[in-house]
């Protein structure tokens, strides 16, 4: 009766939320106050006349702007009514800024403009190859359109990241990653200056819903793997930093594929004062499950309804809403599995069949005001009250009866790979009964001002956690009639997890930050220093991170940038930091602390008269009191006190540009080791469980040389095998290697309709474009590792059996911009 209100409950929330958002959207169109901005149209164009489609425009100094359509044509509007400095970009043209003086033009709040943007082979490039990278810091920019031709099988925009230098993931059902030795706890992610969390019980892939970032309305996008700037929190690995746009006409977008679909809608008022940007989606990995080894009825379902709300309430103020609510549900009956492994010399296959359910519900709400306060162009100040709730359900109850078989190895036998000898039968039941209720609220204060050559930033949070959960989770091991761990006189359980906390954690920070360039005769300096400090009340600690970073830009050299960065990141616990592996709280936990030191060029060079840039990073960080952990899948498990410390070191290289003329492509090479020392042991350094050695990722894009309408676009993803071991045991954790992940994506798209030569019927002449895409996930067919079920036989002897992650699929979509 309870779990049918509580749904029923669910339902009504995300009913009224969709209403309300629809009804939004409805009254967008009305006529609100009068407000005079100007708006500013026009086209891109190349030299000879030809249309540049995704060209940046944006109006310097403020978060105004957009990207030319498929005909070069744009729209925006802004406040500013004396100098208004457009620059405009994109990959394989000089960048250009352009002074517009609305008292020239006759009517001063319609203005249109042509601009034509010169190749970057006519032009020296040194403008166009600094466009990637925030200057006097550590963050590059990534183009968010990239991420709709990217093939990718969890769907979400963090496929585009993990592309990026510095960046791990062996898992196409996540949307997680690790950043240089660091878990998938250690990333921040903004949306628009807001912290974004994800559920916390979250132990597998499958289980993932849907990103929170919505892709249809990403604007702009910035992204550190370490050595970022102070404004930025308390996180130690990475930092991802994205813009919802400020839409300035109507437009929108729709797609649907075998795993899911989304509709998104933006607009303003007529007077522009007002503006909507809302997006709804729905995924299913059902298809995509069904080729995993384990078989049985799987129906996950993911959606969200996600909105950003803008009102300008004059040429100073404004005021805004992001909105987000989240219904993830993951059901499963599983049936039977079967499974090979180890080698030619020693082949050994498991049976297993099942018995029961999983049902887990994960439901997230998300929601921020902010008000914004800009008096004049070199000042800015910003106050924003958010809050984040998640309520989170885990129940199975799952009875597995195997058999554990020698195979016959045995090239010339007419029973080769055949089961020969039993070694193994038993019976194990996983029981859980898990649930979360967590809540965040926080209130930001946040000041920018430039006063000639410095741009200062400062900052202050108050942030309050509240964290209620219950454990009940055990494991029975049956082998051959006797329960393990083995007693003569009584019945043990494999593993129990029993607990039930009520957790409060409070905490402050304070911030601030000066960057200052100067240029010199022999060259450019930009430093940027800052100092962060945070207090958190569980265990009162202060902690006090100093932060600094240099770029100079040698005038002998007009293609070369040097890097550095060094400062203290440290990290206080959340949540999951404060429980053990046994499911026990411990508030003393201290923040996990590092420093980090970061150096790295940029060379940018010509090569078949197109634009490319090379680029290397060599990083070493210093860490300690660290939380040990253990990863399962992606389900991270910590020891719950500080027992280690460690460190990180490695060199990045990244190689991006023209590989095809007007496209752009990438690739990456990583030699990372990261290692620490664990209290209480007799082993010394041991690998931590993220130390991948050796990582190359690429994302390569073509067309047909007559027709551009036809491209293809393929990834290539391969990581050295991660450490892992037997559960429980501290001194051989990090003792085996799991196979390397080597994953291949192919997907190509056909262009049926690109705004050049409009529909001849009736029903898509409203169409801006049209396309279709067939996507082909795991080319290659390659069976990877993501975790291990850990099975003992009546000898005693422990396997490793592998859980190998999704197969060959194909999938369909097609996606419409109007």
Known sequence: MTSKRSNKLVCNRISRQFFISAALLLLSAGTLAAQNSI??????????????????????????????????????????????????????????EVLVEPSKYPDP?????????????????????????????????IDPKAVSNLPNASGSFEGIVKTMMGVVSSNELSSQYSVRGGNFDENLVYVNDIEIYRPFLIRSGQQEGLSFINTDMVSSVLFSAGGFDARYGDRMSSVLDIRYRKPTFFAGSSSLSLMGGSLHLEGTSRNRRFSYLTGIRYKSNKYLLNSLETKGDYNPKFFDIQTYLTYDLSDEWELSFLGNIADNRYDFIPVDRETSFGTVQDAIQLKIWFDGKEVDAFTTYTGAATATYHPGEKLEMKWIASAFRTEETESFDIQGQYLLNELDKRLNSDN??????????GTFLDHARNKLKANVFSVDYKGKWMPGHHAVQWGARYQYNYFTD??????????????????????Y????????????????????????????QSGKLILSGGIRTTHTWINKEWLISPRISVSFLPSWENDLQFRFSAGAYHQPALFKEFRNLEGMMNPDVKAQKSFHLVGGTDYYFMAWNRPFKFTTELYYKFMWDLIPYEVDNVRIRYYGDNLSRGYAAGLDFKVNGEFVPGIESWANLSVMQTQEDIEGDTVGFIPRPTDQRVNVALFFQDYLPNNRSYKAHLSILFGSGLPFGPIGSQELKSSLRIPPYRRVDLGFSKILIDGNKPSTKKIL?????????LEVFNLLGINNTMSHIWIKDISNNLYAIPNYLTGRRINLKLQANF
Do not use: C
Not at 71 to 92: D, P
Not at 416 to 425: M, P, Q
């Open 416 to 425: 080769f790979a055949d089961s020969i000898l039993n070694i193994g039968i």
């Open 39 to 96: 708006k500013i149209s026009g086209q891109i164009h190349e030299k000879d006349g030809s249309a540049i489609d995704l060209a940046n425009i944006v109006v310097l100094g403020t978060s105004n702007g957009t990207t030319s359509d498929l005909l070069g044509n744009f729209r925006l509007s802004t406040t500013r009514k004396t100098e208004i400095l457009l620059a405009i970009s994109k990959v394989g043209y000089a960048r250009q």
């Open 109 to 141: 709040s319609e203005i249109k403009i042509d601009i034509t943007l010169l190749s970057s082979v006519e032009s020296v490039s040194e403008v166009v190859i600094r466009a990637d990278r925030d200057p006097g810091t550590n963050l590059i920019r």
């Open 493 to 520: 359980l494999w593993q129990t997890h029993f607990s039930e906390s009520d957790l409060r954690n409070p905490q402050a920070t304070f911030y601030l930050r000066d960057s200052w360039d100067h240029t010199f």
């Open 765 to 773: 002449k409203d169409f801006e474009s049209l396309w279709l895409s």
């Open 470 to 491: 219950k454990i009940e989770e055990w494991t029975m091991m049956d082998s051959a009639g006797y329960s393990l761990p083995y007693s003569d006189s009584l019945v």
